[in-house]
């Protein structure tokens, strides 16, 4: 069974940058067929869609959040990893972390909340 | 790359049946067959329902169905049940190889 699980800093300050790692079990993340994404919820709101890699590395952003998102991968951990910098209030949210095929998220982590606050 | 529009709320009695919309563009829902829905309960991992605009995973009810017509997806509950209580979201599969969530719909069972 796949599972996946979100690690990380769960308060941030303003100006700083929010890492995140995914670290997957059950399963390689090598495998050719499946990208591997991250969603957050900030709190009262919606899903957003913050980014997508490859194994190969290949990266998809969210054009509002592409000028302060990297998403990284590393093999050999079999982990991927979420970089948001200059974060403010507005980046408080739950984080999760999931792997994606055409377009849908079959497996989520179950989620890791992340406060912006000095 | 803006959200796919979603009604806020829509509430059904058990055994009814509801739908619950997601209008998109020709860039997104209606160019692609991408389309896939999530039930999600507060404070835990949201879950596929439907993917590809209509089939559903392994485990899940075929009460719900999904369905699209132009650039409007839809998911229908059947035989609503107390359990189904919950937020949907859609998200569909974007140009760019982006990928898009709507606002969300929050269902209540009366």
């Known amino acids: 069974q796949l599972q996946l699980q979100e690690s990380g800093p769960g308060l941030v300050k303003p100006s700083e940058t929010l890492s995140l790692t995914c670290t997957v079990s059950?399963?390689?993340?090598?495998?050719?067929?499946?990208?591997w994404g991250w969603i957050r919820q900030p709190p009262g709101k919606g899903l957003e869609w913050i980014g997508s890699?490859?194994?190969?590395?290949?990266?998809y952003y969210n054009p509002s959040l592409k000028s302060r998102v990297t998403i990284s991968v590393d093999t050999s951990k079999n982990q991927f990893s979420l970089k948001l910098s200059s974060v403010t209030a507005a980046d408080t949210a739950v984080y999760y972390c999931?792997?994606?095929?055409?377009?849908?998220?079959?497996?989520w982590g179950q989620g890791t909340l992340v406060t912006v606050s000095s | 790359q803006s959200a796919l529009t979603q009604p806020a709320s829509v509430s059904g009695s058990p055994g009814q049946s509801i739908t619950i919309s997601c209008t998109g563009t020709?860039?997104?829902?209606?160019?692609?067959?991408?389309v896939s829905w999530y039930l999600h309960h507060p404070g835990k991992a949201p879950k596929l329902m439907i993917y590809?605009?209509?089939k559903r995973p392994s485990g899940v009810s075929n009460r719900f169905s999904g369905s699209k017509s132009g650039n409007t997806a839809s998911l229908t509950i059947s035989g609503l049940q107390a359990e189904d209580e919950a937020d949907y979201y859609c998200?569909?599969?974007?140009?760019?190889?982006?990928?898009?969530f709507g606002g969300g719909t929050k269902l209540t069972v009366l």
């Open positions: 890699i490859y194994y190969s590395g290949s990266t």
């Open positions: 059950g399963g390689s993340i090598s495998s050719s067929s499946y990208y």
């Open positions: 590809e605009g209509s």
């Open positions: 998200s569909s599969y974007t140009s760019s190889s982006l990928w898009v």
């Open positions: 020709s860039s997104d829902v209606g160019s692609y067959n991408l």
């Open positions: 999931a792997r994606l095929v055409a377009a849908a998220a079959y497996y």
